[in-house]
């Protein structure tokens, strides 16, 4: 989602960085590619470490949290091609899911801007025991689509998101949007959702 359909990871970063330096523990900007995918239990432990704030790891990710949604109240901009893609696999019937590294706060603020009605179901980070790089997400929602995984395609923009799809048996589509990400096996990339369409993504599930 972030980074992937929405183009969140500037907000995600300006959050983290802006109330670190509010709280006297500024940090670098060579830290953004190591935080950018989540999950916030990764997210929290680095900030931790790298500036020596004095909160426990559940009080910093609260904060960023809350940090984060106070940005996108007044929405977030799309990645480009997600919202044509979308609409393009409802049009062919094919079921899709969103699944996240972000909490439920966070997932709902964003569908504001996406729209529920173009996901069967969404998951969330805080919904699951272990989230991306673990594959129990879209293990998960392959299951509750009564999909085969080596039949799904997962678009991540992040590693983590990556190895989270890789690990699952899916092939998976990185678009990446502040890390880069190298090609490999069941692993396409490209530098943008604009031209990807069902079509585009059938085609990757039957050459892999």
């Not at 940005?71 to 409802?90: E, M, N, S, T």
Request: hydrophobic letters at 45%; glycine letters at 10%.
């Amino acid at each position: 989602m972030d980074g992937t359909l929405v183009d969140t990871e500037d907000f995600w970063w300006e959050a983290e960085s802006t109330l670190l330096a509010d709280l006297g523990h500024p940090i670098g900007p060579e830290e953004r590619e190591i935080v950018v995918g989540g999950p916030m239990s990764r997210v929290v432990d680095h900030l931790l470490a790298v500036s020596g704030a004095a909160l426990t790891p559940e009080r910093l990710g609260d904060l960023i949290n809350e940090r984060f949604v106070e940005l996108i109240g007044q929405g977030v901009p799309v990645r480009p091609g997600a919202k044509a893609l979308l609409a393009d696999l409802a049009a062919h019937g094919v079921p899709t899911a969103l699944v996240s590294a972000s909490h439920r706060r966070i997932i709902d603020q964003v569908l504001r801007t996406l729209g529920a009605h173009n996901f069967a179901f969404t998951v969330a980070g805080d919904e699951v025991e272990r989230t991306k790089p673990h594959p129990d997400p879209y293990l998960l929602a392959a299951a509750r689509l009564g999909a085969d995984p080596a039949r799904c395609v997962v678009i991540e923009d992040a590693p983590t998101g990556v190895r989270a799809g890789q690990a699952a048996g899916c092939h998976v589509l990185a678009v990446p949007s502040v890390t880069a990400i190298e090609e490999g096996p069941r692993t396409t990339v490209r530098t943008t959702l604009e031209g990807v369409t069902t079509a585009f993504l059938r085609a990757l599930v039957v050459e892999k």
